[in-house]
């Protein structure tokens, strides 16, 4: 069934991809049609809270007792989606690793470029650790540019002297934005949803002036020593694979703990569309195994 599942997704994943020229407007407007066509699991509650003064969603799968905290970053490439239409996905993780998942809606560029979102996700985790909760009941966990978030909130996290929290899941992970991977040429066939005329637009609007290869900005050029064991996962149909190869290779330079998990023939953030490939499901059940065994 996986070959046929994979095609299916593939044709379903290009008719819906955004145009090339469309402006960040109506990008957004395609995105909720998408997003609300989705309906959470039946057992998923999300209602609206805060952290530091971020706005969050709380989401909790009924019948799970939360033991640990999952702080959760959305995908949309610094400029699209919200904590709420991540809470699917956000909600497959909290319900292996019996937590809490509290998804973070930090500021959008172009109304707040960098470094809006990197403040908010500091500000979120402080405020987690404030609260009493402590490092080693929490782990972050993000898609694409919510994975490049979690990463520059570890290192940012870790310059501001504050304990790390037990470990990090990165899917498709968003970690240079200055398109230097060379998956984006050589993948680009093969990815239905990304391309480098897609993503250079909106790299403007969250740089806004600054160099793109920031390590806050791009997490693969940061120094990465020092951070908590990472689950990188990231499939072969995309363009961001070089991405999360070179982001493994400059953990595992740095001494981290480094899982790099590869899933073949299968788009940016598979993991989201666990109706539709049985990848998915796997995949989830892997990185639940992960974080399980660094929270316990």
Known sequence: MSTEQQETLDAILRQSAFPVDSEVGEQRRLLRELTSAQPLPADVTAKSATLGGVPTIEITVDGVEPRHFVLYFHGGVYVLGDALSAAGLASQIGRRTSAKVLSVDY??????????????????????????????????????????????????ARDHGLHLPAAAYVMSPYVDLTLAGTTMETK?????????????????????????????????????????????????????????????????????????????????????????????????????????????
């Open 107 to 156: 500021r959008l560029a172009p109304e707040h470029p960098y470094p809006a979102a990197v403040d908010d996700a500091l500000a979120a985790y402080e405020a987690l650790l404030q609260d009493g909760i402590a490092p080693s009941d929490i782990v972050f966990a993000g898609e694409s540019a919510g994975g490049g978030l979690a990463l520059a909130t570890l290192v940012n």
């Open 188 to 296: 680009r066939k093969v990815d239905p949803l990304l391309s480098r005329q897609l993503l250079e637009p909106r790299v403007t609007d969250y740089t806004a002036g600054q160099d793109a290869a920031l390590g806050l900005i791009s997490p693969v050029f940061a120094d990465l020593s020092g951070l908590p064991p990472l689950l990188i996962q990231v499939g072969s149909h995309e363009v961001l694979l070089d991405d999360a190869v070179r982001l493994a290779q400059q953990a595992a330079a740095a001494d981290v703990e480094v899982t790099l998990d590869i899933t073949p023939r299968v788009p940016h953030v598979f993991q989201a569309y666990l109706p539709l490939l049985d990848e998915a499901a796997a995949a989830l059940d892997r990185a639940g195994e992960f974080l399980s065994a660094r929270l316990d």
